[in-house]
């Protein structure tokens, strides 16, 4: 299974800051997908994204969420102005386009 | 009603005991997913399945399209394996394949 790893961990930020979570490529993975898990909630699916464009979002991702691959590498999913309710672990998950998808160890977002 | 119920929520075993951790569905799916996830909140895939049975190590997992559910089986349990074990189950809406969850089976297996 390969591998996807997300970086930071672990992220503190204060409320109204803005914070990029990334997630690394696999070369062959054209589909990437940002889920959130919100502490003692389970998971939720925020975004998917397909050949530089987003291809369904859920009603979690405000205009507040952005997803972007910048530079053709890292996939980023960023929160511009950050809010006490945005403290969740964000899961990236990367695949070929099937439900084959294969999940990122998480980055731990905490807003203070 | 929850389109994903997991139960037990909660389980405490002995080691070495053979536990069943069940996902009942109520939408059309193309596939259900079984992920463990750890104290520190990292997930791991376990198995993807779309009918019948998988084995891997002292891990099966098994589905029921008709009956819309699927359940874990860990035989002889073991402390490591205390965690939380999700269901997600995928189909394609919109074009695009996404997972809804389960809210979990959290397992604590005791030496």
């Known amino acids: 299974e390969p591998e996807v790893t997300q970086t930071p961990s672990h992220q503190v930020t204060q409320m109204g800051q803005e914070v990029i979570l990334r997630c690394v490529p696999i070369s062959n993975h054209l589909y990437f997908y940002w889920y959130r898990q919100i502490l003692g909630q389970k998971v939720e699916f925020l975004v998917s994204f397909y050949n530089n464009e987003i291809s369904e979002k859920s009603e979690i991702f405000d205009d507040q969420f952005s997803v972007e691959r910048p530079d053709g590498s890292n996939f980023t999913l960023k929160i511009r102005s950050t809010k006490l309710e945005d403290s969740a672990m964000y899961f990236c998950a990367r695949g070929r386009g099937g439900l084959e998808q294969y999940f990122g160890p998480g980055t731990r977002l905490t807003v203070t | 009603k929850n389109e994903v119920e997991q139960s037990p929520q909660n389980l405490t075993a002995q080691e070495g005991e053979f536990i069943t951790i069940n996902c009942s569905y109520s939408?059309?799916?193309?596939?259900l997913h079984w992920l463990q996830q750890h104290p520190g909140g990292g997930i791991v895939s376990l198995f993807m399945l779309s009918s019948g049975k998988k084995k891997h190590g002292r891990l099966i997992a098994t589905i029921n399209i008709q009956e819309k559910h699927s359940s874990l089986h860990i035989t002889a349990s073991h402390p490591r394996d205390s965690a939380v074990y999700i269901c997600?189950?995928?189909?394609?809406?919109?074009?695009?394949?996404?997972?809804?969850f389960g809210t979990g089976t959290r397992l604590k297996v005791l030496a």
């Open positions: 939408v059309g799916i193309s596939a």
């Open positions: 997600a189950v995928g189909g394609r809406t919109s074009g695009t394949y996404k997972y809804i």
